[in-house]
């Protein structure tokens, strides 16, 4: 792996390109790996990490996706490590502060609630535990996992919550219905060699930056989707793979999209929706006056729960 990373910093994600980009790596040829069995048409290794804000930025596509097209696309997620932990100075940032502005102006480019005071209130030294902890969650259930990843997100990105703390983690299990006590065994064993195993995987596929996406299907025909993208993107690599892919059509009333997804912010609700954006957060701010939701408010934008 190479040592040169004065030009490049994961952590400071490029909005005009959709990429949080890692330092040169030592590259492995995609062609050494081989199409696993499955039993959809197409699969997705998603290359991704809990703290990288241009993957949050496509949780509007991506749910989108998985709506659309779930009966033809299986995405299998992979954590890439974006931050070992600060021994480096590149691209403007050296320290956990450098990053508090970088975040809020990601923010505002994906329309997607980011509070970069994390940052300032309770740094993260690096992004390795909840990456270890997403990959015990995933031991015991990959739904529970992904659900898992959501929260996590969710608390760092908008609560301000150090997610390399156990406290943060174990609620958040605990929201996704996970184990705790396994999931901690798990974080002190497997989940620590499957996460180094990610890691390789990423050396292989030649992943340079996050979000990775590679659409791969069982002949051997691979579409590679790399940063953040409008959802054209996503849904034009799963039909060059099986033109035979048929779009779902589902129910885009709010109750079914917070029965799917039990958070929503504007922007997701808008492109699964189909709701204007100008129009989505008087309607989701009406829910919460009649009692049907929550909202949580950060500096950079809201979320909505169903009302517990």
């Known amino acids: 792996m190479s040592n040169d990373t004065t030009k490049i910093n994961p952590l400071l994600c490029n909005p005009e390109t959709g990429i949080c980009e890692m330092p040169d790596l030592d590259n492995e040829k995609l062609t050494s790996i081989e199409f696993q069995s499955n039993t959809k048409p197409v699969k997705v290794v998603y290359f991704t990490d809990p703290i ?5 930025g496509i949780e509007p596509q991506l749910r989108k996706l998985k709506l659309e097209y779930g009966n033809s696309v299986e995405i299998e997620y ?6 070992p932990d600060w021994s480096y100075n590149s691209g403007g940032i050296s320290k956990p502060s450098d990053v508090a502005h970088h975040w809020d102006e990601v923010s505002a480019y994906y329309d997607m609630p980011i509070d970069g005071d ?13 990456s270890i ?3 015990a969650a995933q031991l015991q259930d990959n739904k529970k996992a992904i659900l898992f990843l959501r929260a996590i997100r969710e608390m760092v990105f908008m609560e301000k919550k150090n997610i390399t703390k156990w ?3 174990e609620l958040a299990a605990t929201k996704s219905g996970l184990d705790t006590v396994q999931l901690r065994l798990a974080i002190e064993g497997q989940a620590k060699k499957d996460f180094e195993e990610d890691l390789k995987l990423a050396r292989a596929y030649g992943v340079r930056g996050f979000p990775s996406l590679f659409f791969e299907s069982g002949h051997g025909a691979k579409e590679f989707v790399y940063g953040a993208k409008p ?3 996503y849904e034009l690599a799963v039909l060059k793979l099986f033109p035979n892919a048929e779009k779902t059509v589902y129910s885009k009333n709010w109750e079914t ?3 799917k997804y039990t958070s929503l912010t504007a922007k997701e609700f808008t492109e699964l929706s189909g709701t204007p954006r100008s129009e989505s957060e008087q309607l989701l701010n009406n829910l919460v006056i009649a009692g049907s939701l929550e909202k949580l408010t950060t500096k950079n934008g809201s979320i909505w729960k169903l009302r517990a």
């Open 167 to 169: 406290e943060h983690l």
């Open 78 to 83: 992979r954590m890439g490590g974006l931050l």
């Open 231 to 233: 959802y054209a993107y």
């Open 133 to 135: 902890a997403f990959k």
């Open 118 to 130: 994390v940052w300032l209130e309770d740094p993260l030294d690096s992004s390795y535990p909840p």
């Open 52 to 56: 990288c804000s241009t993957c949050w």
């Open 257 to 259: 999209l917070f029965g």
